[in-house]
C-alpha cells in the first residue's frame, strides 16, 4: 500500500512539473512597454476672446482665460488654462514705446525660447506673417522634454507686442503629453491665424 502511494505522489509532482515547463513556452519573453491611460479629447469648438485689451482671437471653448496673477502680472496678461490637461499658455502683452524696447522685447524672447536648450532635442523657429493684418512673428517648436513646448511672438512692428509660452502644469515627459501637446498646440495654431490687433 505505501509502495502505491509513493507511485501516486511521484507521478503527481512530476505531472504538475510537466504542466509549469508546458506553460513557460519558449524562451521568448519580453517585458511589454508601459502603457499610458486613454485620453478622452474635447470636440474642437471656438469662440472669440475680444476683452478690454488690444488685440481679438479665437480660443477653445474647453478653457478658461484668466488674468495673470502672479507679482509683476501687467493689464493683459493672461493666462489661458486647460484644466483637462494640465496646460497653461501664458499670453503677456506690452505696448511698444520704441524701437530700442521694441528689439530688446524680440531679443528676449529668443533668448526664453532657447534658455529651453538644456533639455530640448531641437528647437525650430517658424515666420508668423499676416501682413493684411499686420501681425508678424516667430513661433518657436521646442521639442524634447523641456518645461515649454511651444512659445510665440506676434507685433504689428510699432504698437503692439503680444508673447505667448505654453507650459504643462507636471514634470515634461514627451513620450507621455505628446497626444496632448499636438491637440493643444492645434488650438495655438488656431489662436495665431485668427488673431488681430483692433
Known amino acids: 500500500m505505501e509502495f502505491k502511494y509513493g507511485k501516486v505522489k511521484s ?19 519580453s517585458p ?5 491611460f486613454r485620453i478622452e479629447f474635447p470636440k474642437k469648438e471656438y469662440q472669440d476672446y475680444s476683452q478690454g485689451c488690444p ?5 477653445p ?8 496673477r502672479s507679482p509683476g502680472a501687467k493689464p493683459c496678461w493672461q493666462n489661458i488654462q ?3 490637461f494640465n496646460a ?21 524672447a529668443h533668448k526664453l525660447s532657447f534658455k529651453h536648450t538644456v533639455k530640448a532635442t531641437s528647437i525650430d523657429e517658424g515666420v508668423i506673417h499676416y501682413p493684411d493684418r499686420k501681425v508678424y512673428g516667430i513661433y518657436y517648436t521646442i521639442d ?10 506676434l507685433t504689428d512692428s510699432t504698437k ?39
Open 55 to 59: 488685440f481679438t482671437f479665437q480660443y
Open 160 to 198: 503692439h507686442y503680444l508673447r505667448g509660452a505654453l507650459y504643462f502644469n507636471s514634470e515634461p515627459r514627451l513620450d507621455s503629453i505628446q497626444p496632448v501637446l499636438t491637440f493643444i498646440k492645434k488650438d495655438v495654431d488656431v489662436m495665431i491665424k485668427s488673431f488681430k490687433w483692433k
Open 11 to 29: 507521478f503527481i509532482i512530476l505531472s504538475v512539473i510537466a504542466v509549469f515547463a508546458a506553460a513557460c513556452g519558449g524562451s521568448d519573453f
Open 82 to 84: 486647460f484644466p483637462q
Open 32 to 36: 511589454k512597454p508601459r502603457g499610458y
Open 88 to 108: 497653461t499658455l501664458h499670453l503677456s502683452y506690452q505696448p511698444i514705446t520704441s524701437k530700442k524696447e521694441f528689439n530688446e522685447l524680440i531679443e528676449d
Open 61 to 68: 471653448k474647453y478653457t478658461k482665460i484668466e488674468a495673470d
Open 144 to 153: 524634447g522634454n523641456a518645461a515649454s513646448s511651444a512659445q510665440f511672438f
